[in-house]
């Protein structure tokens, strides 16, 4: 009987044998990430764990939660079998960081964490600094430290940003192109971009920086101007909104899917030799170009609902953002996969969904709360 039904067992076909091998990539690995509860946090959170890879996050303490982005990947700590594990701790606090390499025993750490809104930077710059500066420091020192103290090789990400190019002085941007920071924020990203480069080549440790073109997603944080304007469109559409006001309109950016992105992250780390690149689509489309088109998906046109605000422009600009990414295609056969056009389209519906929901909730007598006085 065994025999009969063993030969009529049908063969796995050679999609599903790659698929196992694939879901084997990370089984005994385990990932630290900072800035864990954050859009790429939550992303690549949800890769490593398809791989196998056991996750700690770093979260921090806050009066309200902070996990809603990882909320459907984490399990019960009471419950057998969890993948994501989670700690209290801040990249200003270097001892919490110390004593979580010496705990988690990553071999690979993703510093994800930051103050990552550009124009918040101008109001706090020395937070910014020393969180995106100051703590992407402390973190490589905690892993110096680490492997030094064990002989255990770490691989390490550093969260770098195509607003280290500013007032571009090369387009496209590539790994060459020099820098030119337009804000705190893109200044503090400078130095960890730099210490990290001097920390592969002063102590020849695995780590990478990926400079990462603007990158979005439904779950893109609300003040970033994708969001705010795709939010804007789900509520004008279900009429809890009458208009949105935004800054300058002019401005080009290279926008991806996050999604698309963390996928590279992870590519970097697999690499025999460190090495910084550039994630990017090739294309860039101005902010108007965006609101135009997240719109007219939902059959509106942007010009009845944008306005302007002179309270969303930045002291220092950066006009236009593009992106090379051939040296990712060339050397790790990155390409992205969703275009801006698809992008836009993913997060109105999601936001349009959104706003159904609210809708319900107000046609129900329930009060919405007013976050207006809060965007940037
Ligand atoms: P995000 O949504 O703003 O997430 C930032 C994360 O950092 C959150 O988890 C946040 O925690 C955490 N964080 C903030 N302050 C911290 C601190 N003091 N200690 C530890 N963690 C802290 O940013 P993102 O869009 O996912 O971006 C991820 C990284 O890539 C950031 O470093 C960003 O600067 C960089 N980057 C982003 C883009 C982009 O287009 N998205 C492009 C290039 C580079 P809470 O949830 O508690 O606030
Ligand atoms: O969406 P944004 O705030 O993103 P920004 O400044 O490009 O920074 C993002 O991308 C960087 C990568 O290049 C990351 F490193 C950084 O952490 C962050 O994720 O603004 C995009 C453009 C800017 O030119 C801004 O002036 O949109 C313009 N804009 C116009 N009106 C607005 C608004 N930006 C915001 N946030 N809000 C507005 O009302």
């Not at 973190?139 to 492997?147: C, D, F, P, T």
Request: aromatic content about 10%; charged content about 30%.
């Amino acid at each position: 009987m065994a025999k009969k039904s063993a030969s009529k067992a049908k063969a796995p076909t050679r999609e599903e044998v790659q698929k196992k091998l694939k879901a084997r990539d990370g089984v005994g690995k385990r990932a630290l990430i900072t800035g864990i509860t954050g859009q790429d946090g939550s992303y690549l959170a949800e890769f490593l764990i398809s791989k196998g890879y056991e996750v700690h996050g770093i979260v921090r303490r806050s009066s309200s939660f902070n996990t809603g982005r990882i909320d459907h990947i984490y399990l019960d700590p009471h419950v057998k079998g969890g993948k994501l594990k989670l700690h209290y701790g801040d990249l200003c606090d270097s001892n919490v960081l110390g004593k979580l390499m010496r705990t988690v025993h990553p071999q690979e750490v993703y510093n994800l964490g930051a103050q990552s809104h550009v124009r918040v930077s101008f109001d706090m710059p020395v937070f910014t600094a020393d969180i995106v500066a100051m703590g992407a420091l402390k973190l490589l020192e905690a892993i110096r430290e680490y492997q030094t103290e064990t002989g255990k090789q770490v691989r390490y990400y550093q969260a770098s940003s195509s607003e280290q190019y500013g007032k571009v002085l090369e387009v496209p941007q590539k790994e060459t192109t020099p820098f030119y920071p337009r804000s705190p924020y893109a200044c503090a990203k400078v130095m960890a971009h730099w210490a990290t480069v001097n920390y592969r080549e002063s102590y020849n440790m695995h780590a990478s920086c990926g400079i990462l073109f603007n990158h979005e997603s439904p779950r893109r944080g609300e003040t970033f101007v994708t969001r705010k304007i795709t939010r804007a469109v789900g509520r004008i559409k279900m009429g809890l909104q009458d208009k949105v006001f935004l800054g300058n309109l002019d401005s080009k950016r290279d926008w991806g899917f996050a999604g698309d992105y963390v996928k590279m992250m992870w590519m970097m780390l697999q690499q025999d030799e460190a090495d910084d690149y550039v994630v990017a689509t090739g294309r860039t489309i101005t902010v108007r170009k965006f609101a135009e088109m997240a719109f007219e998906h939902a059959g509106l046109n942007f010009k009845k609902y944008v306005e302007f605000d002179p309270r969303y422009l930045r002291p220092a600009e950066v006009d236009l953002l593009l992106g090379d990414p051939a040296k990712a295609k060339k050397k790790l056969g990155w390409v992205p996969e969703t275009s801006v056009e698809e992008l836009a389209a993913m997060m109105v519906e999601h936001d349009l969904e959104l706003a159904r929901r609210e809708k319900t909730l107000r046609d129900a007598g329930h009060k919405l709360p007013d976050s207006s006085g809060h965007d940037q």
